[in-house]
């Protein structure tokens, strides 16, 4: 068993460890019943955002509680592992492959190879575990081929969490969990649009207000990056591009993160609690290079009162001239750090936990099963890369 502590937060002060910028290589839709599309950009939406509280206009408020009686909700509840990353890895890596079948001696760069593959929700919790006091987790990673360690969520300890909050009573005069959810989810559905504003219909930009919120359909993103001397190969949802995406893979894409929060008084105990919801904010859109971030602010009963526009890149610094509840720097050498042990820990066949619990400080990583890869790793991938690994060997050999 390996345990990481972080107690003493001062040894990951300074300058922050080295980080690639994330480059998305591949991509994958959800349609809207939750079906994979890999390769597919069928569920990638535009920003535009609601048109409310404009001079000259008369228009009531936007209520975010609209049609919540007939929200079309994912089942949140299935362990979806791995599978919608790897099988999109994998259609990349046969597409690759296909390209390269005339040419031996570029086998060996189909594989697409990295010390750590993850979804964005896993790394956010890393990223953010030195100042989030209330960061539970406890997430499953296997090794495969030797050097790459992949890292789900353990979906055991996510049901028994989400069982145990939806049985905390509402507070008399509160609104309920589910509804505070749908807001964000509302928000969304009025501030994209499924093709690039040009190409929308007028009714298709004005109707968003009473469409049939979804939240089945996503368009995730794929990226390569690295902190520290760990490369990392991670898979998030993308909420919406503005404008549209570049034709360069090389380019930054304008993507935007969307967001809910509730309206601001001046109390500096609210100043406070939103810098910690920034925290969250930053790591996320930081971990797939999302460099806006749109906060619609709410009321406490649900309507929209504004929209403000963030610049991932200049949060920490907005945190530091504030109450300082959290450093940027601290989080990245902090995240570099553990990776280091993950990658000397999980080793060999076997399945390891990776479990942090709320309030503490340390961070271990134990094995739970002793060989072979648990449910982490479909059967289908694994015969795939097995297949490229025999190519390899042969290429090598006949080179």
């Not at 408020?61 to 609209?66: F, H, M, R, V, Y």
């Not at 909050?165 to 807001?183: D, F, I, K, L």
């Not at 809910?260 to 001046?266: C, D, H, I, R, V």
Request: aromatic content about 10%; overall charge negative.
């Amino acid at each position: 068993m390996a345990t990481f502590d972080f107690h003493q937060l001062d040894r990951f002060s300074g300058s922050s460890t080295s980080i690639r910028r994330p480059r998305e290589f591949t991509y994958f839709s959800f349609d809207e019943k939750h079906e994979l599309r890999p390769l597919s950009t069928e569920s990638l939406s535009y920003y535009h955002p609601p048109v409310f509280n404009a001079p000259g206009t008369h228009a009531p408020p936007i209520d975010l509680s609209a049609g919540f009686d007939t929200f079309v909700q994912r089942d949140d509840g299935i362990d979806e592992h791995l599978d919608a990353l790897l099988d999109t890895l994998q259609a990349h890596e046969e597409q690759l492959l296909q390209s390269v079948q005339e040419d031996d001696t570029k086998i060996g760069d189909v594989r697409t190879q990295a010390d750590v593959i993850t979804w964005r929700g896993m790394m956010t919790k890393i990223l953010t575990a030195a100042f989030d006091i209330f960061n539970e987790f406890e997430m499953n990673a296997t090794c495969f081929q030797g050097t790459i360690s992949f890292v789900e969520e353990n979906n055991a300890a996510k049901a028994a969490r989400r069982t145990a909050q939806n049985t905390q009573n509402t507070p008399r005069g509160g609104v309920p969990q589910e509804m505070m959810q749908y807001w964000g989810y509302k928000f969304e559905t009025l501030s994209v649009l499924p093709k690039p504003w040009a190409e929308c219909t007028r009714h298709e930009i004005e109707a968003r207000e009473v469409q049939t919120v979804n939240n089945n359909a996503q368009f995730c993103s794929i990226v390569r990056t690295g902190i520290g001397a760990t490369s990392l190969i991670i898979a998030g949802e993308v909420d919406a591009v503005l404008g549209e995406k570049p034709d360069s893979p090389d380019d930054p894409i304008p993507w935007v993160e969307l967001k809910t929060s509730a309206e601001q008084t001046g109390h500096p105990r609210e100043a406070v609690k939103f810098e910690r919801k920034l925290l969250n904010y930053w790591a996320q859109s930081f971990l797939l290079a999302v460099p806006t971030i749109m906060v619609g602010f709410r009321t406490p009963d649900g309507f929209l009162t504004r929209i403000q526009e963030l610049s991932t890149q200049r949060i920490p610094s907005m945190v530091k001239q504030g109450s300082r509840t959290w450093d940027g720097n601290v989080c990245i050498n902090l995240t570099g750090a553990f990776l280091e042990i993950l990658k000397r820990t999980v080793v060999g066949g076997g399945v390891w936990r990776i479990s942090r619990k709320q309030g503490e400080k340390r961070i271990e990583v134990f094995k739970v099963e002793d060989a072979g890869t648990g449910n982490i790793i479909r059967p289908s991938f694994k015969a795939h890369r097995e297949k490229l690994r025999a190519l390899e060997i042969a290429a090598a050999l006949g080179s």
